[in-house]
């Protein structure tokens, strides 16, 4: 009997699918990342000792599961700051797939900050470690090349470059065209974690696309549904933490939003998505009232949703790692 209401479970599901399963105690761990980078490194602007101990200790933690500069799977990729003087860097991750010529799928987040930035972005760091994690224990991927990347300078804007987010640019820059071709999806996570009392929602941002006409920049009346974005929708709906009916108001997207490194990645025609928590349409679509202040510490957050949102990155990273067509039956 058991079996049968299983099967008929399955069969109610969309696509039949389960989202893949984080732990208690799994998720403690992205917590405790989360907190770690807070409360013991602290601030990580640039110009700060925090910005080159979070770098230290990222670094420690890629070696750690297996990446190596020795074997290239592990590049440091400097960041030049002229005001300043400031060189600082972005890590950057390789697992390869069996084909060499395999599609990238690249899991990213900024780890510099404006304040002991909880929200912004030790959440969403640890969000990128956590998975990091899990794929690297797995064996390689016959023709999915993953990459985890760490960038810095996402908060400072470089005057003597006039350019934002100069940490993701640079990765973006140094792509060879191959490079470029060769990736399909982009996840950048910057916000993963909501205060009980703010009214924020799960986003999806997204600001172009790839079609058979070539890349295409989304409207707001009518934004992206790339390949990353449509990987999220089905894996938020494998979870089923996120119904339809809850849509732009406890979720929305994809929205054509900017604001954080998955610009960078539309500037040279890459399907990128930023998932974050921010506002609604209505309520004007700004970013947590802690953001950039010295509150950016943790808080009385809303781990439950932190949970789901996470459960959802994973099981979409994962999905698309093993299929490249998972999300499209998300197309609208
Ligand atoms: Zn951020």
Same mark, same amino acid.
């Given at each position: 009997m058991k079996k049968w209401i299983a099967l008929l479970i399955c069969l109610l599901l969309p696509f039949g699918a389960f989202a893949l399963e984080i732990s208690e105690d799994e998720f403690y761990e992205w917590y405790d990342e989360m907190a770690y980078l807070v409360d013991e490194i602290g601030n990580r602007w640039i110009e700060l000792p925090g910005s080159q101990q979070a770098c230290d200790y990222l670094r420690a933690e890629f070696e750690a599961n297996g990446f190596s500069k020795e074997d290239g799977t592990l590049i440091e990729l400097p960041s030049y700051v002229p005001e300043l003087d400031l060189t600082c860097t972005n890590l950057i991750a390789v697992k390869p797939a069996?084909?060499?010529?395999a599609p990238i799928i690249t899991v990213c987040a900024h780890?510099?900050?404006?304040?002991?930035g909880a929200r912004d972005n030790a959440s969403g760091v640890a969000a990128m470690m956590f998975i990091m994690r899990k794929m690297a224990a797995?064996?390689?991927?016959?023709?999915t090349e993953l990459r985890f990347v760490a960038f810095?300078?996402?908060?400072?804007?470089c005057t003597a470059r006039n350019e934002p987010h100069i940490g993701s640019l640079d990765y973006c820059y140094a792509l060879t065209e191959e490079e470029k071709a060769r990736h399909i999806a982009v996840f950048n996570i910057d916000i993963l974690v909501v205060d009980i009392w703010e009214e924020l929602a799960f986003s999806l941002d997204t600001l172009g696309m790839r079609t058979d006409n070539g890349y295409v920049t989304g409207t707001e009346e009518s934004p992206a549904y790339n390949r990353p974005a449509l990987a999220m929708l089905q894996a938020m709906a494998e979870t089923e933490?996120?119904?339809?009916?809850?849509?732009?108001?406890y979720w929305c997207g994809?929205?054509?939003?900017?604001?954080?490194?998955?610009e960078s990645f539309h500037y040279i025609g890459v399907d990128s998505v930023a998932i974050c928590f921010r506002q609604t349409d209505e309520l004007g %679509?700004?970013?947590?009232?802690?953001?950039?202040?010295?509150?950016?510490?943790? %808080?009385?957050?809303?781990l439950q949703r932190s949970w789901d949102a996470l459960t959802a990155v994973y099981t979409a990273v994962d999905g698309l790692a093993n299929d490249h067509t998972y999300g499209d039956a998300m197309k609208p």
């Open positions: 069996v084909n060499p010529d780890y510099d900050s404006q304040s002991p797995l064996p390689a991927f016959e023709n810095t300078a996402e908060e400072y804007f933490c996120y119904p339809e009916e809850d849509r732009d108001w994809p929205r054509h939003m900017d604001k954080t490194d998955h %679509g700004e970013w947590p009232e802690f953001m950039h202040t010295p509150s950016d510490i943790l %808080g009385d957050f809303d």
